[in-house]
């Protein structure tokens, strides 16, 4: 069994041809931002379909279904999209409907951070469970919600924003119009920043030795590897970072009282030292019952989970 | 069509006859610390389940279920009660196998806050909506997530504890083992205070007056009723409460985008100022468009919810 998988993202667009669901047969990646416009990507999109299943020697109708996942808000049941983060050009477009009329294969479209939940659920680190929390730490926070084993998208699809909890009630302005949101304090610019601020109190940590002792290099990865090597500033900063996300998740176990939360994402990559702080956080913040059944674990799959997300998704049943 | 309902809290235990499922035909409280121990006081809400029947010439086989809520944890599934808010002595308790033994009525057990929600959203303010969320606001601050239509128990039963959501990452001890939590700002105590200190600073407030001019006697009805006569004080009190209300809100509704927000309890009855603080709050501090969806209303169904609420998980048609 065939299935495709599109995941289209503010830097780039991976299409994937699938057999068995999980297994990538075949993948084609383009830069994003390359085509000049939503039109000539689109078109691009579909010449790599037909590569793809030429290159198989597949026919369209041996694909049971294409599934796109998108880096932005948009509407699960039209299949369209309202906006492509950090891409312009991209406002209100009715995606899959376009799709299907050049490729006659049923296709279903959702944000990208609903497939990488539902591939995680599926085949990763939060296989087996009813009830989870998946987010994902990069740029910015993303979040799902798989309640009863499906994803929630809540009543205008917009559910799941993690990253728009607002952890302290006087707080510094966030992108979204709110105030003290979790992102603003842990997505990837500001866990950079509270290296960079403490870094310039501590020169001798190991961060600025591997940013080529030049503060404005420091990235999420080099205070991981830093970490890693024991640095106790990049340690601070993970421990910092932890337990802010902690925080918020606190709230999260407490009302919603999930058995897993799968942590994704470039900044989930800091590993150990970053999880037991968000855990220890947790248990000692949450309410005793919900903390105590709740496990706290990596994401699985990687960079292509978005993708087997999408492909998860081309398999549903509903037109 | 009859069914039996009970809303078994710390303070009162009401029981009652229902026809048409949200008809109250008989009603009977007790007081629920009057009786020395759980054995007695089951006994004699079986007594009064027997008396409300024999009073409507009804036999047990002519009622359809029998719903009970719980001012406590419960374990839906085997109706089981962990414990009784504020009553000691009801500790791990199988009051649905309990009473189902002696009256052979079909029995459902859910918590208090859930069966208020569930009655908001058959008969009450929530009538249509498929996500919502309904807080109560009291001594305590509870809450209850509808989503598809159904209440959200989570993994463990422990769902929708909206009172312990931290809104200040530092902040003071809650009683549940968190910091910050919302209840620890705006549970009855905590405005009782916050009303206090202000008095005290302004002693021309008529909450004073209304007070017999002892800042002991303040509660949350006092406020209100100062705040209704234009008193600054008073309603600066539910200003700050319907803001911090507010942020937390701001919170739920990025997460789980509902289309209505029920608040019910005795502080609710504060009216307009806090609601209309509260609703401003939502619209500056949540994400544009669910903000723009949501709908926060007052409670309907006033003190008798919970029961209602019972009387409709009577007719659950799961075993």
Redesign the interface.
Known sequence: MYTLGVDLGGTNTKIALFKEVKKIEAKRILKTKEYKSKRILINKILESIGDLLKDNNLKNKQIKGLGIGVAG?VDFERGFIYRLVNVKGWENVPLKSLLYKKLKIKTFLDNDVNLVGLAELKYGAGKGA??MICITLGTGVG?V?I??GRI???????????G??????KGPRCN????GCLERYVGNRYIIKRARDLVKKRSKSRILKLADNKISKITPEIISRAAKLGDKTAIAVWKETG??IG??L???V??????RIVIGGGVSLAGDVLFKSIRETVA???????AR?VKIVPAKLGEDAGLIGASILATSSKE
Chains 1, 2 share one sequence.
């Open positions: 808000p009813k009830n979040g919600l309640l009863e929630y998208r809540g009543s205008h699809s917009t559910a799941g924003e993690v728009h909890i607002p952890i302290n009630v979204c119009g709110g105030e337990y802010l925080v918020a606190a709230g999260l407490n009302v919603f009282n999930p058995e000692k913040r949450a309410m005793a019952t919900p059944q």
